[in-house]
């Protein structure tokens, strides 16, 4: 009877695999997405850290010998473990999806939307086993490489930039090295192991390449700073209490995500000032730059106009607050970007100055 359950349970398996295992993975993503709160949440970790444990588990397990002939031989429980192993990587996907979409970068939500497509359809295309295991690998070793990027800074290094970058990289090459070494004693069989371990070995060294080429391009975001706040206003003062006093042109009724208006409109002679807001996990302190630029209509450029910088210090919930002023100069297109002092975008706000008499409101921050 457990026989043609099995049987009964691989033809469900073969005939509804692709819309099971997108199942799968896209319930990871949901369950998880709504749980990532911030770098520094310990049970953010903790499940990320069983997922990554999970996931390597699985993959191992998928690939020993009487496992393997039993998914060959179509019984069920080596099915319920490729959902459970798209359910992990959906987990981890959707969480670092959250971490990093924070940073307010837009090429840091097209880059983890495009790892999500391929984690759902890369599978569709590989039939042979080392192939499938070369793949889960490959996904695995991204999402633990994302994760180091994110837990190193804010658990261990207490600091960001190219050298914590590096180091991180290199922590996620030693967590791989640990669990490719257990792969090839305890795993992988036959005469042709040593030629599947050294192609994953290269698969996971070009990875890592790849990974940091990305981040020197400043196209991974400068996790873990993420952007809690930021907008444009006509005057800003601080309060001995911490608080600051500033007013402000309301936006439209229909922008519920922003106070502050896209145009400003300003007198002759008046300054601009913005206000940003960047969390940074405990004990990590490091400076950031307000970079102020004006589109250049004949130039068809930004140019960059002032650059101010001062140091940020982690451990507020809300993000460490502060502001920099700049005199309008002419009206058009102006931005001011937050960035690290090596010039990684954190966030950024756009408005256009226009002159006129304002309609202010007052708030406090």
């Known amino acids: 009877m457990p026989q043609i359950q099995d049987s009964r349970a691989f033809k469900l398996w073969q005939r509804y695999e692709h819309y099971l295992g997108v199942g799968a993975l896209l319930t990871g993503f949901a369950f998880d997405v709504f749980l990532a709160k911030s770098p520094a949440s310990v049970v953010d970790n903790i499940l990320l850290v069983s997922y990554l444990f999970i996931s390597a588990t699985i993959i191992m397990l998928l690939n020993i010998a009487p496992v393997r002939r039993r998914r060959e031989a179509g019984l069920s429980?080596?099915?319920?473990?490729?959902?459970?192993?798209?359910?992990?990587?959906?987990?981890l996907a959707s969480n670092m999806f959250v971490l990093y979409s924070k940073s307010?970068?837009?090429?840091?939500?097209?880059?983890?939307?495009?790892?999500l497509l391929s984690l759902v359809f890369g599978n569709e295309f590989l039939?042979?086993?080392?192939?499938?295991?070369?793949?889960n690998i490959g996904?695995?070793?991204?999402?633990?490489?994302?994760?180091?990027?994110?837990?190193?800074?804010?658990f261990i290094l207490h600091s960001i930039g190219a050298r914590s970058f590096l180091e991180s990289g290199a922590i996620s090459l030693a967590v791989m090295a640990v669990f490719l070494c257990i792969l090839?004693?305890?795993?992988l069989r036959g005469s042709n192991r040593q030629k599947h371990l050294r192609d994953i070995s290269i698969m996971v060294a070009s990875l890592f390449v790849i990974f940091n080429g990305l981040y020197f391009l400043n196209i991974i975001p400068p996790v873990p700073l993420s952007l809690k706040d930021i907008g444009i206003y006509h005057s800003v003062l601080k309060y001995s209490s911490g608080d600051y006093a500033a007013t402000y042109e309301p936006g439209p009724w229909y922008q519920f995500w922003q106070d502050t208006s896209p145009t400003f409109t300003y007198t002759a002679g008046e300054s601009a000032y913005c206000f940003s807001s960047v969390y940074a996990p405990a004990k990590l302190?490091?400076?950031?730059?307000h970079v102020w630029e004006q589109y250049d209509q004949s130039a068809k450029s930004w140019e960059v106009v002032a650059r101010v910088s001062f140091a940020i210090a982690g451990g507020r919930q809300d993000g460490y607050r502060g502001f920099s002023v700049v005199p309008l100069s002419a009206p058009g297109?102006?931005?001011?970007?937050?960035?690290?002092?090596?010039?990684?975008?954190?966030?950024?706000?756009?408005?256009t100055a226009v002159q006129g008499t304002p309609a202010l409101s007052s708030t406090t921050l």
């Open 77 to 91: 429980e080596p099915l319920v473990l490729l959902l459970m192993l798209q359910f992990c990587f959906g987990g």
């Open 104 to 115: 307010g970068t837009f090429a840091a939500d097209a880059f983890f939307v495009a790892i």
């Open 127 to 135: 039939r042979n086993r080392y192939a499938q295991l070369r793949f």
């Open 139 to 154: 996904v695995y070793y991204f999402l633990l490489a994302t994760y180091c990027t994110i837990a190193a800074p804010t």
């Open 184 to 187: 090839f004693v305890a795993v």
């Open 285 to 289: 302190d490091t400076p950031i730059e």
């Open 333 to 351: 297109a102006w931005r001011c970007d937050v960035e690290t002092s090596s010039g990684a975008l954190i966030g950024r706000t756009s408005f």
